[in-house]
């Protein structure tokens, strides 16, 4: 538990520095609470289980996005369409930034993610009562695009591109906390991805 808080408190450290130089780079004004927000998304993502839904056998799945925004308009509370909104958001905004590349190659691009994420913020803003989440929300509705932005500069400044996929990546990260093999924390440590 001690070496997974440590990688995350790395990660957050890394990320910012990345996060607040896109930012800067790219002359985006927005809210403190707001980057700070992309910069933990971007942490949360380090581990792939993140990116997946578990299915009614408790194993991960992959899916479609468009799925889970349907499974958030149908969701019986607020709190929890809030919950899944937000997540799709994030998950739209992840994917849309960090892996714009193998996007524009994919039937389902970048636009696609732009368009969904965007509501699906707006959404969880309207879900919440909390006026710091409705601005938090808003904002990252209003400005999709540039965070996607700050997200694929970030991804550039990283050596993640150069893996050769999202997958890969994901596999070297499972490959090291499940033996800590030296060899994949070396590939991670190029990937931009601090291990102990």
């Known amino acids: 538990m001690s070496g997974e808080l440590q990688i995350e408190a790395s990660a957050e450290s890394y990320f910012y520095e990345l996060v607040h130089g896109a930012v800067k780079n790219q002359n985006i004004s927005i ?3 707001t980057e700070f927000y992309v910069v933990k998304l971007l942490s949360r993502f380090i581990f792939s289980e993140s990116l997946y839904s578990k299915n009614s056998s408790g194993n991960l799945q992959d899916q479609p996005i468009a799925l889970l ?11 929890a369409q809030k919950a899944l909104f937000q997540n799709v958001g994030d998950i739209s905004l992840y994917k849309a930034g960090f892996f714009q590349e193998s996007l524009n190659r994919a039937k389902i691009d970048v636009d696609y993610y732009i368009g969904l994420g965007g509501a699906a913020y707006l959404n969880a803003s309207k879900m919440t009562d909390e006026k710091h989440f409705q601005n938090l929300f808003t904002e990252l509705s209003d400005k999709f695009d540039r965070f996607v932005n700050i997200l694929f500069e970030v991804s550039e400044n990283t050596s993640i591109s150069s893996t050769k996929t999202e997958t890969d990546l994901f596999r070297m990260y499972d490959l090291w906390s499940k033996t800590g093999s030296e060899r994949a924390a070396r590939v991670l440590k ?4 601090k291990v102990k």
């Open 69 to 79: 925004f349907k499974e958030a308009l149908e969701a019986e509370s607020a709190p």
């Open 31 to 33: 809210q403190a609470e």
């Open 190 to 193: 190029k990937s931009g991805i």
